[in-house]
């Protein structure tokens, strides 16, 4: 169809080209909730799809691995799905309880069992993809998957920009990553660990990405995100500020993301340790997802590759959300990225990106922090600079902690050196 998801499936035979049966497929987003069989001869097959949250938590920020609960068959009544922690299809049970098929998977996703009445029937089976049972490939929607081989027998739709293994599958890790549609593999173990810590936090119901809505000519974004202890109202403060840098303020719709705060100790306890341990929290896969947004609605509205600009500007634990959710997109959709982090709890190191800066004022303690990977390999771009060079009094911007705040502390309300260096050095100065 025009979304590019397969909707129908011929089956013939290779002799005499007649046809054996077809198959007509009827979604919800990219997940399939009703299939038609309908062969040469014989009974038309309906079967209904009922699906849940995926692996992401959500209706489908995992490409659905995960969320089939339910297939209701005319042919063969209620089936109930059952999965591995990486959304495999590991068995399915009718409504009381009788087995009707259990899988178990090589580490590429290769059957190596198949046993019960429906085993053969059942086309959902690894990282509940659809197989077809003809060829053994799974349909993953942009791509087929053979398992067998372990790889893709198509090439990447965007090239060697998105690797230089065209026909390569979930970085040759299918044990810890998997992939959505066929484009992009994602680190799983890493958002599943994040779950608990989302959930503590209370991430896992209330971050989200404020701001209006892209526009039909917008080729430019620009994203925002803090740190710990800043309620909504102070993420919207630090957008808004921000977009009215003399580089930004023609950008539309900048968006602020959400990171929600259960206070400083709390948030030092919970998120600040979750990302220490490597997870992927749910902001930072909203993140990914609004990025993966803009990038789509720029190619809709027809923006040439040189004019796509995608800017995050991220303060404090900003810096490890954002480089976090750039994990999660493409190798396309990054080359259009510009990053800038302030005070980060995490440096980037640029690689991949369209430009990366890292900005610390010298006096600014978290930076310093071992959590560095700059660090340890000196090979991140890092701007240090003297709040007094700014015009800031002694005691104002200069302290470990009022040197990482983005106002300053003397009561006014005034930015702080963060926002005045950031304001007098954009891009390209």
């Given at each position: 169809d025009a979304l590019g998801r397969r909707v129908r499936k011929t089956v013939k035979f290779a002799s005499t080209g007649a046809v054996i049966e077809d198959r007509y497929f009827i979604y919800d987003?990219?997940?399939?909730?009703?299939?038609?069989?309908?062969?040469?001869t014989g009974a038309v097959e309906t079967a209904e799809h009922v699906w849940g949250t995926d692996l992401s938590g959500t209706a489908q920020g995992a490409g659905g691995v995960g969320?089939?609960?339910?297939r209701e068959s005319s042919a063969n009544g209620a089936s109930y799905y059952h999965y591995d922690g990486n959304g495999n299809v590991t068995a399915l049970t009718s409504g009381t309880g009788t087995v009707q098929a259990a899988y178990t998977y090589g580490p590429f996703g290769e059957t190596l069992r198949a046993a019960g009445p429906l085993a053969q029937g059942n086309?959902?089976?690894?990282?509940?993809k659809y197989q077809d049972?003809?060829?053994?490939l799974l349909y993953y929607g942009y791509r087929f998957y053979n398992a067998t081989d372990g790889r893709w027998p198509s090439r990447d739709p965007i090239g060697e920009k998105g690797g230089e293994n065209l026909y390569g599958a979930n970085e040759n890790d299918s044990i810890n990553y998997i992939d959505l549609n066929g484009l992009n593999p994602l680190n799983f173990l890493r958002e599943v660990a994040a779950l608990p810590f989302d959930v503590l936090d209370g991430d896992l119901f209330r971050a989200r990405i404020i701001g209006e809505k892209f526009t039909d000519s917008q080729c430019q974004f620009l994203f925002t995100t803090v740190g710990v202890d800043t309620n909504r109202a102070g993420s919207i403060d630090h957008r808004d500020r921000v977009a009215k840098y003399p580089e930004f303020h023609r950008i539309p719709s900048p968006q602020a993301v959400y990171n929600p705060t259960i206070g400083l100790a709390?948030?030092?306890?919970?998120?600040?340790?979750g990302d220490e341990l490597g997870t992927i929290g749910v902001v930072s896969r909203k993140m990914a997802r609004a990025l993966m947004k803009a990038y789509q609605k720029a190619k809709a509205n027809g923006c040439p590759d040189k004019c796509i600009k995608i800017y995050i500007e991220a303060h404090s634990q900003g810096g490890a959300l954002a480089t976090n959710a750039l994990t999660l997109v493409s190798a396309e959709i990054r080359k259009h990225v510009f990053l800038t982090t302030l005070g980060s709890q995490r440096d980037h190191s640029g690689e991949g990106l369209g430009g990366a800066r890292n900005i610390h004022n010298k006096y600014d303690i978290v930076p310093k922090l071992p959590n560095q990977p700059s660090l340890l390999f000196k090979k991140y771009p890092t701007e240090t600079f003297d709040p007094t060079s700014l015009g800031f009094s002694k005691g104002q911007e200069d302290g470990p902690l009022s040197a990482h705040t983005l106002l300053n502390e003397n009561g006014d309300g005034g930015d702080g050196s963060y926002y005045k260096y950031r304001e007098q050095h954009p891009w390209g100065k």
């Amino acid at each position: 169809d025009a979304l590019g998801r397969r909707v129908r499936k011929t089956v013939k035979f290779a002799s005499t080209g007649a046809v054996i049966e077809d198959r007509y497929f009827i979604y919800d987003g990219w997940n399939v909730i009703e299939e038609t069989i309908a062969p040469a001869t014989g009974a038309v097959e309906t079967a209904e799809h009922v699906w849940g949250t995926d692996l992401s938590g959500t209706a489908q920020g995992a490409g659905g691995v995960g969320g089939l609960l339910l297939r209701e068959s005319s042919a063969n009544g209620a089936s109930y799905y059952h999965y591995d922690g990486n959304g495999n299809v590991t068995a399915l049970t009718s409504g009381t309880g009788t087995v009707q098929a259990a899988y178990t998977y090589g580490p590429f996703g290769e059957t190596l069992r198949a046993a019960g009445p429906l085993a053969q029937g059942n086309p959902w089976r690894f990282s509940t993809k659809y197989q077809d049972e003809e060829t053994g490939l799974l349909y993953y929607g942009y791509r087929f998957y053979n398992a067998t081989d372990g790889r893709w027998p198509s090439r990447d739709p965007i090239g060697e920009k998105g690797g230089e293994n065209l026909y390569g599958a979930n970085e040759n890790d299918s044990i810890n990553y998997i992939d959505l549609n066929g484009l992009n593999p994602l680190n799983f173990l890493r958002e599943v660990a994040a779950l608990p810590f989302d959930v503590l936090d209370g991430d896992l119901f209330r971050a989200r990405i404020i701001g209006e809505k892209f526009t039909d000519s917008q080729c430019q974004f620009l994203f925002t995100t803090v740190g710990v202890d800043t309620n909504r109202a102070g993420s919207i403060d630090h957008r808004d500020r921000v977009a009215k840098y003399p580089e930004f303020h023609r950008i539309p719709s900048p968006q602020a993301v959400y990171n929600p705060t259960i206070g400083l100790a709390g948030d030092l306890l919970v998120q600040a340790a979750g990302d220490e341990l490597g997870t992927i929290g749910v902001v930072s896969r909203k993140m990914a997802r609004a990025l993966m947004k803009a990038y789509q609605k720029a190619k809709a509205n027809g923006c040439p590759d040189k004019c796509i600009k995608i800017y995050i500007e991220a303060h404090s634990q900003g810096g490890a959300l954002a480089t976090n959710a750039l994990t999660l997109v493409s190798a396309e959709i990054r080359k259009h990225v510009f990053l800038t982090t302030l005070g980060s709890q995490r440096d980037h190191s640029g690689e991949g990106l369209g430009g990366a800066r890292n900005i610390h004022n010298k006096y600014d303690i978290v930076p310093k922090l071992p959590n560095q990977p700059s660090l340890l390999f000196k090979k991140y771009p890092t701007e240090t600079f003297d709040p007094t060079s700014l015009g800031f009094s002694k005691g104002q911007e200069d302290g470990p902690l009022s040197a990482h705040t983005l106002l300053n502390e003397n009561g006014d309300g005034g930015d702080g050196s963060y926002y005045k260096y950031r304001e007098q050095h954009p891009w390209g100065k």
